[in-house]
C-alpha cells in the first residue's frame, strides 16, 4: 500500500484538512456544491494519525479487536465506509465494517464467533453478543478472470445479481458507491487513505457516486435510494451528475427483491429524517417506485388532505424516533396505504353493491396483496396495519360495554393516534369523536362510564341484551 507522501503532496493534504476542519467547525457555503470527481485513483490521499486527529476510543473495541485479529493473522485489515464518514462529521456511526484481504473462508478460521451470510455479497459476520462486526473481503472488478469462487453475475439491465469477485483495495474502492464512502482506516500505522476524494465531497457536502452514474445506478438501483438517505443524514445534496439519471432510472427499483426493499424503506423511515427522506423520494419520481397508488394519489391534489396526512405522519414519526419512543413499521404502513385502502373500497363497492364495511375488507386484502408484489412487510406488521384499519370503523361504536372492549384491543392505541393524525391532517368530520376519545382516556372507570351514559344515540346502537334461553320443558308423560 502506497503510503509514503512528497513534501509537496503532505502540503496540498495539509491545506485541504485546514479547510476541511474550517468546513466542519464553521459554516462555509461557498464550499457547497463544488463540483467534485469521483473516480478512484490508485495513489490514495493519506491523512496521518496526527493529521485527522481520530482516536482509536472514537470505535468500537470489538471493532478493533477484529482490526488485531486479521492484522496478527498477517493479513491487511480496514475499517470502511459509514463509520470514518460520520466519524469526521461528528456524528455517532450506527455500526462499523470491517474489509480485509482474506477470503471469507479465511476470515471464519480466524474467528470461533463468526458466521458466514449472503449470497449476493459473501460477508462474514463476527458476533459479540448484540454487536455483528460486518468484514467483507475486498471486491475486485466483475469482468475480472472467474474462477468456482469468484462469482458475479449480471442481469439483462446491468444489475449485478452476485458479487464476489475479490480484488485489492483499489478495486475494491472503486466498487463502493459513493465517495464518501471510500475511505480506509488502516490498523497499521492509523492513517486515513482516502481513494476517491471523499474529503473533498465531505467538505463541498456533496454525495457523488464513485464512476459512471448511470452504470452503477444499473448495477445496483437501490444505491439511488441510498443516495437520498445519505443527502438527509449528512445534510448534504446529491451532486448533479448523479442526480441527473435518477429520475429516468427510477423505475428499476421493480427488480430489487421485495425483501431488500422493505429493509431499505424501513432505514429510511426510520432514522429520524422520514420527512426529508419522504419529500426527497418524491422530487426524484422514486416513491412513485415504492408506494405506486399513493403516489398517484398525492400528485392529483398536491395540497389535499392526503399529503397532509402522509407529510404529518412523517413528522411524527421523526419526532418519536428522536425522543427514542418506539414506533411500528405497522403504523407508517397503514398510513401509506390508507388512501389507495379507501380508493379500492369505494371502486368494490360501486362494482359489487355490498355494503361498505365488506368493501372495505376486501380491499384490505386487495391493497395488501398489491404492495406486497414490490415490498415484502413482514405479516406482523400488515396485521397491525388491518388492526388499525379495523378499528378506525370501530371507534365511534361507544355504547355499553364496546368503548371499554375496544380500548383492551392490542392495537386500540395505534388506532386511536391514527384518528388523531386523520384529523390533524383535516378530516375535520370526526373532531368531535377523537376529543371524546382523549377525554375518555384521561378519566378513571367511574368517569368513563358517565361518559358513555352521557352519549344518547352518538353511541350507536345500544347492544342488545341477551336474553337467556329457557331450558326446554321436560316432555310430561
Ligand atoms: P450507515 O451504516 O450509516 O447506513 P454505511 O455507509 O456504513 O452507512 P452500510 O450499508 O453499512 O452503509 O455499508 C457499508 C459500506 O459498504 C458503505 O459505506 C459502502 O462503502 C459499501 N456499500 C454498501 N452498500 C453498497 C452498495 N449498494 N453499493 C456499493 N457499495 C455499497
Ligand atoms: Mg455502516
Redesign the pocket.
Known amino acids: 500500500m502506497a503510503s509514503q507522501s512528497t513534501p509537496s503532496r503532505r502540503q496540498i493534504i495539509i491545506s485541504k484538512l485546514f479547510q476541511f476542519c474550517r468546513q466542519i467547525i464553521g459554516p462555509n457555503t461557498s464550499a457547497e456544491n463544488t463540483p467534485v470527481s469521483a473516480s478512484v485513483s490508485s495513489e490514495p490521499l493519506v491523512i496521518t494519525r496526527g493529521e485527522h486527529g481520530i482516536s482509536r476510543k472514537q470505535f468500537s473495541p470489538n471493532a478493533i479487536k477484529v482490526l488485531y485479529r486479521l492484522k496478527d493473522g498477517g493479513y491487511d485489515a480496514y475499517l470502511?465506509?459509514?463509520?470514518i464518514?460520520?466519524i469526521l462529521l461528528g456524528q455517532q456511526?450506527?455500526?462499523f465494517?470491517v474489509v480485509t484481504n482474506a477470503t471469507p473462508d479465511q476470515v471464519k478460521k480466524l474467528f470461533r464467533n463468526c458466521r458466514l451470510i449472503g449470497r449476493r455479497f459473501r460477508l462474514a459476520h463476527i458476533v459479540f453478543g448484540r454487536e455483528i462486526i460486518e468484514v467483507a473481503t475486498m471486491r475486485g472488478h466483475h469482468e475480472a478472470p472467474e474462477d468456482k469462487n469468484q462469482i458475479s453475475q449480471s442481469s439483462d439491465e446491468g444489475q449485478l445479481l452476485r458479487d464476489n469477485v475479490f480484488g485489492s483495495i483499489e478495486e475494491d474502492a472503486e466498487?463502493?458507491?459513493f465517495s464518501i464512502?471510500?475511505l480506509y482506516y488502516s490498523i497499521n500505522d492509523f492513517s486515513i487513505h482516502d481513494y476517491a476524494n471523499g474529503l473533498a465531497a465531505i467538505k463541498a457536502k456533496q454525495i457523488e457516486l464513485i464512476g459512471d452514474p448511470e452504470t452503477r445506478y444499473r448495477e445496483?438501483p437501490?444505491?439511488m435510494l441510498?443516495a437520498v438517505r445519505f443527502a438527509t443524514k449528512l445534510d448534504m445534496s446529491i451532486a448533479p451528475n448523479s442526480e441527473k439519471p435518477i429520475a429516468e432510472l427510477a423505475n428499476l427499483l421493480d427488480n430489487i427483491p421485495p425483501a431488500r426493499l422493505f429493509e431499505e424503506i424501513l432505514?429510511l423511515f426510520l432514522n429520524g429524517k422520514a420527512e426529508a427522506n419522504f419529500l426527497m423520494l418524491r422530487k426524484y419520481g422514486l416513491f412513485r417506485s415504492l408506494f405506486p397508488e399513493l403516489d398517484k394519489i398525492l400528485d392529483k391534489n398536491p395540497d389535499g388532505l392526503e399529503n397532509k396526512l402522509v407529510q404529518q405522519m412523517f413528522q411524527n414519526t421523526d419526532k418519536r424516533i428522536n425522543s427514542n419512543k418506539k414506533v411500528t413499521p405497522a403504523f407508517i404502513f397503514a398510513a401509506l396505504l390508507w388512501f389507495p385502502l379507501l380508493e379500492h373500497t369505494k371502486k368494490i363497492q360501486e362494482q359489487e353493491q355490498i355494503l361498505e364495511y365488506d368493501a372495505f375488507a376486501q380491499a384490505m386484502n386487495k391493497v395488501l396483496s398489491e404492495s406486497s408484489q414490490h415490498i415484502a412487510v413482514p405479516k406482523r406488521f400488515t396485521l397491525g396495519a388491518r388492526d388499525i384499519w379495523h378499528i378506525q370503523h370501530r371507534l365511534d361504536k361507544r355504547a355499553g360495554q364496546r368503548a371499554y372492549r375496544l380500548t383492551q384491543q392490542p392495537r386500540f392505541k395505534a388506532a386511536y393516534d391514527f384518528l388523531l393524525l386523520r384529523v390533524d391532517a383535516g378530516e375535520t368530520q370526526h373532531t368531535e369523536l377523537a376529543q371524546w376519545w382523549t377525554q375518555y382516556l384521561s378519566q378513571d372507570i367511574n368517569g368513563q362510564k358517565d361518559m358513555v351514559k352521557n352519549l344518547g344515540h352518538q353511541g350507536g346502537p345500544k347492544p342488545r341484551k341477551r336474553t337467556r334461553r329457557r331450558a326446554p320443558k321436560k316432555p310430561t308423560e
Not at 80 to 83: A, I, K, L, N
Request: net charge positive; hydrophobic share 15%; proline share 5%.
Open positions: 470502511v465506509g459509514g463509520c464518514r460520520d456511526p450506527k455500526d465494517d466498487r463502493r458507491d464512502n471510500a445496483d437501490v444505491r441510498r432505514k
